[in-house]
């Protein structure tokens, strides 16, 4: 199961998150894909789907004195997920009795109009902008699948540069169910307004 991992320390017999708040990630599994939660309005709820579940979070490990863990694993609990309506399941699904929750699967970007739920989810449209109106150019790879809550991050050699989305960025390249779809290792061309020595307001975007 894919969780937001702490690194443990013994004390006592007794393995602890390495930070006092370590915890997992919120959202739900799917068809072996995690699906981040996160606000919406308006979202209508159709038919069930099967397999779900709520992660369990494994943040806290009791050893004995030989090493090895004394209490189990918590286990996955059941997700009463539902189709959202007008929605493919595999850009995201919702959970019943909970209306105001849209679950999200990685590589599709609600901050782009085309993304099925952007209204839903932006009560206020994100904007991108910068400072700076110097429009540049840049091409590199994704260091990883981006998904709701993590940066969406180009690397080149030993260069990093953040890439900032909204709802004018245009995407050619990789689509799919309606919207543009990112995968990890991508190569994508980026041009837009300069944010900073590593980061970019993207106004184009070309994958491939």
């Known amino acids: 199961m894919r969780r937001l991992l702490a690194l443990p320390f013994l004390v006592a017999g007794l393995w602890l998150p390495a930070t006092a708040d370590a915890s997992c990630a919120a959202g739900v599994e799917w068809r072996g894909v995690f699906y981040t939660v996160t606000g919406a309005d308006g979202l209508e709820h159709g038919r069930a789907l099967r397999g779900g579940v709520f992660p369990g979070c494994d943040d806290l490990i009791v050893a004995g004195p030989d090493g090895r863990r004394t209490n189990p694993p918590p286990p996955d609990m059941p997700a009463d997920l539902v189709r959202l309506r007008g929605v493919s399941p595999a850009v995201a ?24 739920l952007h209204r839903a989810v932006y009560r206020t449209e ?15 790879h994704l260091a990883f699948q981006p998904a709701l809550g993590l940066r969406f991050l180009m690397r080149k050699g030993r260069a990093e540069t953040d890439i900032r989305v909204d709802r004018d960025t245009e995407v050619s390249g990789r689509r799919r169910h309606g919207t543009a779809y990112f995968e990890g290792g991508d190569r994508v061309v980026v041009t837009g307004r300069r944010c900073g020595a590593h980061e970019i307001a993207a106004t184009v975007i070309a994958i491939g």
């Not at 019943?96 to 929750?101: P, V």
């Not at 994100?126 to 590199?140: D, E, F, L, N, Q």
């Open 93 to 116: 699904l919702g959970v019943r009795d909970d209306a105001d929750a849209a679950y999200l699967a990685p590589g599709y970007l609600p901050q782009l109009a085309d993304h099925p």
């Open 126 to 140: 994100p904007r991108a902008g910068c400072r700076h109106r110097r429009t540049i150019t840049r091409s590199g």
